[in-house]
């Protein structure tokens, strides 16, 4: 089992950056492969990115690509979202999430079996 701990999240201006972490406890992170989700008010969750156990993997939601980067360190059982560009769209509480081995959706919550408590991203226009 792991705990997911999300921090990095505030206000920011349009065109502004910002960097998510998400600290995992246990010695196995390297076990889980990870995903950073978000959701809006009144919208449902939605995947940002996802990489494999050693990073080498990475998935991205659309139309995020090049603003957004997920990265990870094991050594420091950590996750990062490098967030550049923000718009107000990108707006919503973000989750971190974790699921053991490579295999399986990355896109969907449901292929996710640990989650954090969520960081809020508020970007003004």
């Known amino acids: 089992q792991v705990q997911l701990v999300e921090s990095g999240g505030g206000l920011v201006q349009a065109g502004g ?12 992170f390297s076990s ?3 995903g950073w989700f978000r959701q809006a008010p009144g919208k449902e969750r939605e995947f940002v990115a996802g ?7 990475i998935y991205y939601g659309d139309s995020l690509k090049g ?6 360190d094991n050594a420091k059982n950590t ?3 490098q967030m550049n560009s923000l718009k107000p769209e990108d707006t919503g509480v973000y989750y971190c999430a974790a699921k053991a081995g490579d295999s399986g959706t990355y896109y969907y919550i449901w292929g996710y079996a640990y989650w ?7 970007v003004s226009s």
């Open 116 to 122: 954090g408590q969520g960081t809020q991203v508020t």
């Open 51 to 57: 990489l494999t156990r050693n990073g080498l993997n």
């Open 17 to 28: 950056s910002l960097r998510l972490s998400c600290a995992a406890s246990g010695r196995t």
């Open 79 to 81: 996750v990062y979202l």
């Open 32 to 34: 889980y492969s990870m």
């Open 67 to 72: 603003r957004f980067t997920i990265s990870r």
